[in-house]
């Protein structure tokens, strides 16, 4: 008899509310997302759609004051929203590890780089100076004597790639780690970190405008707008043949991919800011494929050319099968 490895993340039906002093803004309006062990995952949507705070969510690392009315996070088993605060710190210690948004400011500024580093590894031995090697720091026994304001942003990026993968952690959420840096040395930087991370059997979620890197260093992808996953397969099949209409329009308007003398499209329209629970598809209004029942009826998980789609006239082929049932509302 095969035992079935359960998977390493389990995001369920999520939904995410910020609290502001003058509104509500709801960040994940039912994301799901489940990653396997090892598995590369690059999440992908235009700014606002959700990315970082289904990453902060991960490690339950949401502003104070940040509600999750419903849904749940397993990371190994462990029902992330509901675990004492000593269980949760256990929890990122041990398994989990972020790259920010913002490096610098997730350093500690009245510490040395050398002693951070330390910090992050605790009781783990490392040489330091090769850590810091490794992503490509040149003077690194300088660098280990720096203080945060004394180096670039690019330079703190690399930083916190080293630090992350030192622990050799389960999971790796890694937002935007590259977005300072060169295209030379960001493309080296991707190589270490998916080489170390294919070495320690590290689960990687990388949130991304790169639809490029994405391609070359992510098996699967995960598409996010207004706060979901509306389009989750292998990234080869998404990319060569997108099923959700948003997925298909992210990708014509992507520069990289663009065809020289053809003008670039883009998509009309602004992505939403979701207040409470919506009505319908909340992509209806910017949708070249609407029909009468998109802004009416929220679209459902189905299944679709082998990957989870929320559409209900999703493009390609006519052969679709509820995949899930969504929760009730
Ligand atoms: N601390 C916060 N307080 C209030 N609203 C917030 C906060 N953080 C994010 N938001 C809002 O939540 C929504 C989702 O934001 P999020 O940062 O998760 O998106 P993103 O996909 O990571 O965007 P980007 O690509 O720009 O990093 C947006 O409408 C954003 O303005
Ligand atoms: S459900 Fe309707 S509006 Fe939404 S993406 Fe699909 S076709 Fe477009
Ligand atoms: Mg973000």
């Not at 207004?226 to 997108?242: F, K, N, Q």
Request: charged share 25%; with cysteine.
């Amino acid at each position: 008899m095969t035992v079935e490895t359960p998977p390493l993340l389990v995001i369920d039906d999520v939904v995410t509310e910020y609290r502001t002093a003058t509104r509500v803004v709801r960040a994940l309006d039912g994301a799901s997302l489940t990653a396997g062990r090892g598995e590369t995952v690059g999440i992908v949507g235009e700014s606002g759609s959700g990315k970082s705070t289904l990453g902060l969510l991960t490690g339950r690392l949401l502003p104070s004051g940040t509600r999750c009315p419903r849904g749940r996070v397993l990371v190994d088993g462990e029902s992330v929203l509901d675990l004492p605060p000593d269980r949760v710190a256990r929890l990122r210690r041990e398994r989990l590890a972020f790259v920010p948004q913002d490096p610098i400011g997730a350093l500690d500024p009245t510490l040395r780089i050398g002693r951070q580093l330390r910090l992050a590894l605790r009781d783990t031995p490392a040489d330091l100076a090769a850590l810091l090697e490794q992503v490509r720091i040149r003077d690194p026994e300088h660098v280990l004597r720096l203080y945060p304001h004394q180096i670039s942003g690019g330079m703190a990026q690399r930083v916190a790639v080293a630090m992350a993968m030192a622990r050799k952690p389960a999971l790796l959420i890694a937002d935007e780690p590259t977005a300072a840096l060169d295209s030379q040395v960001r493309e080296e930087v991707l190589r270490l970190l998916f080489t170390l991370a294919a070495e320690n059997g590290t689960t990687v979620l990388w949130l991304s405008h790169d639809l490029g890197g994405v391609a070359r260093w992510c098996a699967r992808i995960a598409v996010m707008y207004g706060g979901r996953v509306v389009e989750d397969g292998s990234t080869a099949d998404v990319l060569s043949a997108p099923q959700h209409p948003y997925t298909g329009a992210l990708l014509a308007a992507d520069p990289a991919r663009a065809k020289g003398g053809t003008r670039l499209l883009t998509i009309g329209g602004t992505p939403p800011v979701l207040t409470d629970d919506p009505q319908g598809c909340v992509f209806a209004p910017r949708c070249d494929s609407a029909g009468d029942d998109c802004p009416a009826v929220r679209p459902a998980p189905r299944t679709v050319a082998g990957r989870t789609v929320l559409c209900h006239h999703p493009g390609g082929t006519p052969e679709t099968v509820p995949a899930r049932k969504e929760s009730a509302r």
